[in-house]
């Protein structure tokens, strides 16, 4: 089974199983994060809670930085909006 397959498979079976809570950002492996749990999980029930980040971006893969000085987080949300 693909490894896209298998995130999929396990994030429809925690919620399943109760868990309802997801912690994601777009700083998450290029967004894959995001992109995975709106594949398993939409249309989104109504219990699902999704909570996230802004003012960040990766520099490169070891490095996440702040963007701007934290007092405007709108220019980050479409990107955790989806």
């Not at 429809?12 to 994060?33: M, P, S, T």
């Not at 109504?46 to 971006?57: L, R, S």
């Amino acid at each position: 089974m693909p490894v896209r397959d298998t995130a999929l498979e396990v994030l429809r079976r925690v919620y399943e199983l109760g868990i309802n809570h997801f912690d994601i950002a777009h700083f998450y492996r290029a967004g894959l994060a995001n992109a995975l749990l709106r594949a398993a999980l939409e249309p989104y029930p109504d219990d699902v809670v999704v909570v996230t980040k802004v003012g960040a971006e990766v520099a490169d893969v070891a490095v996440i930085v702040g963007t701007g000085d934290g007092d405007d987080p709108r220019p980050d949300l479409p990107c955790d909006l989806f």
